[in-house]
């Protein structure tokens, strides 16, 4: 029934601008969250514009069939069109007894913490464009490179004039810019910074901006005011003498818009497969403008018409790189900074920029767990507990050994958990005191001594050998030799034994 199909879309839009109220409510703090609810929104808001183009028909109703469900409803017996869809339903779900029913109220509603579900953005950026962060134009810096006649840059220096096409920048002369491969190389260019926008900025309507840019393009072009695209007038013999030069002896080559110091320079410049080139480039331009001018305008014109295509893409890449002017001078300093890293180094970087994201939703997750979690401890290991009441990590466990017991039975056959708090309490005021009570005085020395048996035997072997070492000096025989030298006896009776006195 049309009703129950306006009905069910009425339904699905309310369900839609629930799920993107439900993501703008909260601002996400991280780059990449922020574009994945960004993108995540611009998708429901599609689908409501696909909603509303099968939903507008049905109230147009051209066929006639809602008005006479309506009259039908109305006129009718209401209870007899009621069972008529409620036989409908059953005969449906006799013919389909196993097909589930979905529920409707998940379809929209955002991703919760610890889903599996990855994120929108995670396969629309590389590792070099960090989440849109940065620009990743080594692809048209090597397309640039292989273009002809053009300045050999570095990747530095061309991100600050990828977008200026005046000869000497990061442009070619206006005669090598009708080539394919330019035409290509800017096509390609272009195409990269529109997709870059987009993935950037998915709630702009950059649809509108673009048709902007182009009726901009449109006036200025029928103005003739495009930077390096105004229209050439027809050269004259003799308009070099018309030019300033730097010298009276200069020479001035119109083909190849170059001046040269002097007549013989000049003349070794002409037979240069650049300057045979340039002429007969110039030379057929020249030849179209004159055909064009006996013939009609269908040749300049198509010259005119090739050079409004090289023109409008300019035109668009100068726009959007001015558009993103934040992303390309983020872009310049990030290379400049990676340029000054080690290959280990960008590794690192690279794999702490991918690594945030799970540490991050792991540790949200677990937040969310111990909130909703019970008060009772869950410890199957017998971890110790810290300040918060709850165990502490495994990995800090086995850091500190605190699997490791050491008992003490000087302090009362007391348990220490770990190596640390082992060696710790020998200087604590328990340990001593207890050694103190046995008698021990110079407790320092009984360090790494639990047992009472040993720290009793070791006190009485120091107590024995400190009574050997002290002697009293008044037992001490002193004798005197034939010379008057007064020594001990031990001494004299050595010095007799060897005949010394």
């Known amino acids: 029934m ?53 939903l507008l028909p049905l109230y147009e109703d051209k066929t006639g069939v809602r008005s006479k469900e309506i009259l039908q409803i109305g006129s009718g017996d209401p209870f007899e069109e009621f069972y008529k869809q409620v036989a409908s339903i059953k005969e449906h779900h006799s013919r389909y007894p196993n097909e589930q029913a979905e529920n409707s109220e998940n ?5 919760k913490q610890g889903d599996d579900q990855p994120f929108l953005v995670e396969s629309m950026f590389s590792g070099e464009e960090a989440y849109g962060r940065f620009f990743d134009l080594h692809a048209s810096h090597e397309s640039y490179l ?32 009708l080539t394919d491969q330019y035409f290509k190389y800017l096509g390609e260019l272009m195409e990269y910074l529109e997709s870059f926008i987009r993935r950037t900025r998915p709630l702009e309507n950059l649809e509108k901006v673009f ?16 930077e390096g695209w105004r229209k050439e007038k027809p050269a004259v013999k003799g308009s070099a003498t018309d030019r300033t030069l730097s010298s009276a002896d200069a020479v ?38 004159a055909n064009g001018t006996a013939n009609g305008t269908a040749t300049p014109l198509a010259h005119r018409l090739k050079e409004r295509a090289v023109a409008v893409r300019e035109y668009r890449i100068k726009k959007l790189a001015s558009a993103m002017k934040t992303e390309r001078d983020d872009t310049r300093v990030n290379v400049e900074r990676r340029q000054g890293m080690t290959e280990r180094e960008r590794q690192q970087e690279l ?35 810290a300040w918060d009441g709850k165990p502490i990590p495994f990995w800090l466990y086995r850091l500190h050994g605190l699997g490791q017991e050491f008992p003490c039975e000087i302090c ?73 030298n007064v020594m001990p006896e031990k001494v004299y009776l050595d010095l007799q034994k060897q005949g010394l006195l």
Not at 155 to 177: C, I, S, T
Not at 211 to 226: Q, R, S, T, V
Not at 270 to 285: N, P, Q, Y
Not at 353 to 369: G, I, M, P, V
Request: a negative charge; aromatic letters at 10%.
């Open 211 to 226: 048709g902007g840019w182009d009726k901009e393009f449109d006036l200025a072009w029928e103005k003739d005011e495009i």
């Open 146 to 177: 292989n273009l002809p006649n053009v300045k050999r840059l570095p990747y530095m220096q061309y991100l600050e004039v990828f977008d200026n096409f005046q000869p000497g920048y990061g442009g070619v002369k206006r005669a090598d810019k």
């Open 252 to 289: 001035w080559c119109e083909a190849c818009e170059k001046e040269f110091k002097n007549e013989n320079v000049y003349k070794n410049h002409l037979t240069g497969r650049k300057h045979i080139k340039a002429t007969e480039v110039l030379a057929a331009i020249h030849g179209d403008s």
């Open 107 to 111: 379809w929209y509603r955002p991703r």
């Open 412 to 484: 009362g056959n007391f348990v220490y958990r770990g190596r640390r708090a082992f060696d710790k309490h020998f200087n604590e005021t328990n340990h001593i005191t207890n050694l103190k009570r046995l008698g021990i005085t110079n407790t320092h020395l009984f360090r790494d001594i639990t047992s009472i048996e040993e720290a009793v035997r070791l006190w009485n072997k120091i107590q024995g050998d400190s009574r050997k070492t002290n002697v009293d000096e008044g037992s001490i025989v002193q004798m005197e030799d034939a010379e008057g």
């Open 351 to 385: 794999e702490n920029l991918y690594n945030t994201t799970f540490r991050r939703q792991a540790k949200e997750a677990e937040e969310d767990e111990d909130d909703g979690g019970d008060d009772k401890i869950y410890n199957p290991l017998k971890l110790p507990l």
């Open 2 to 54: 049309l009703l129950e199909e306006q009905r069910y879309i009425h339904e699905d839009l309310e369900r839609l601008e629930q799920g993107i109220a439900d993501r703008l409510r909260d601002e996400p703090k991280q780059i990449h969250e922020r574009l994945n609810r960004d993108h995540e929104v611009s998708q429901l808001l599609d689908q409501i514009q696909h909603q509303s183009r099968e």
